[in-house]
Structure formats: C-alpha cells, structure tokens
C-alpha cells in the first residue's frame, strides 16, 4: 500500500466541498441542490466514477470551476470521490441538502483553506482515507478575537 499526501487548489475566493459518493446520478443530484438552493451560486463539479468506463463526470454553470474540479479529481483519482468548487455560496448553504442526497456517503471537508487529500493506493485502486484542513491552532482566542469573530459571523448575516 502506499500513502500520498495530495495538494489541492481552486480559484481564490471560492471554497470546495470533497465528498464521497456511490454512483454517477450523484453529478446531476447535487446540480441540482445547487440550481435550486442558492441563486446565482456558481460551481464546477467533478465526480470519479469507479466502474464501467472509470470517467470524471462533470457537472456546472462555471467552466473555470469545472475545470479546477476536473483537476482536484484528476490529482487525487479515488473511485467514488467528488470534488465541488463553490463561487458566490458558502458550503453552509447547501451542505446539509448534499448530504441528504441519497447517493452521498461521506463529506471529508467544506473548506476555502488550504487542503491536503490523504489518499491509500492498493493493487485495485485509490482511495481518500482522510484531510488535512488549513494548519494547526496557534493559540487559544483571546476575549478581541471572541469579538472579531462574532462580528465575521454578523457580516455574513448567519447571526444576529
């Protein structure tokens, strides 16, 4: 077996949800969440599919987008994996609509930090057995960074 650590990358600004899924209806499904949760929210999707013809299906509304998609997918190449590039939505938005999508399994991650897909490669293929999200804590926050960060939460309006 031999481990890897995959770097990943998108669009600045834009965030990506890493999910696993069971079968390629799962491409259209999630558009479909999207189209339908967020106006205007634009995404590039990418789903590996693992048997018959082994393809990327693609999904989108932002050929950039689908396109990073297409290259997360293709760096980390684990059957079943999928990779969603959000621009103009937060993963908040629709994350629990997708994992209520009858074909998702697993989300490893939503994110806009920096990731790093941890993949196990065998004899029959690869697979995600894990992330690495962003870096590790520095400190614990202080009474101004509990302020700062009540005052991020109320600019995006997901508070009060």
């Known amino acids: 077996m031999e481990l890897e ?27 479909e969440i999207i189209y339908t949760s967020v106006p ?6 990418a789903f590996c599919e693992a048997s018959g013809p082994s393809l990327i299906r693609t ?8 396109a990073d998609a297409v290259k997360c ?14 621009k103009n939505v937060f993963p ?4 629990n609509q997708i994992k ?13 930090n920096e990731l790093q897909i941890l993949t196990a490669k065998t004899e029959q293929g690869k697979g995600i057995i894990g992330v690495v999200d962003g870096g590790s804590p520095k400190g614990v926050e202080t009474e ?5 960060r009540k005052a991020l ?3 995006f309006h997901y508070k009060f």
Do not use: M, P
């Open 40 to 45: 205007g929210a634009e995404f590039g999707l």
């Open 153 to 155: 939460l109320r600019t």
């Open 5 to 31: 650590a995959v770097k990943l990358s998108w669009e600045a600004g834009c965030n990506i949800i890493v999910g696993q899924s069971h079968f390629i209806k799962t491409v259209e499904d999630i558009a």
């Open 73 to 86: 997918a293709r760096a980390v190449g684990a059957g079943h994996s999928f990779f969603l590039i959000l």
């Open 100 to 112: 209520s999508c009858q074909e998702v399994a697993r989300i490893y991650c939503a994110t806009a």
């Open 144 to 148: 101004r960074d509990k302020e700062e």
């Open 59 to 66: 999904e989108g509304n932002n050929g950039a987008l689908t």
């Open 92 to 95: 908040i938005n629709i994350l």
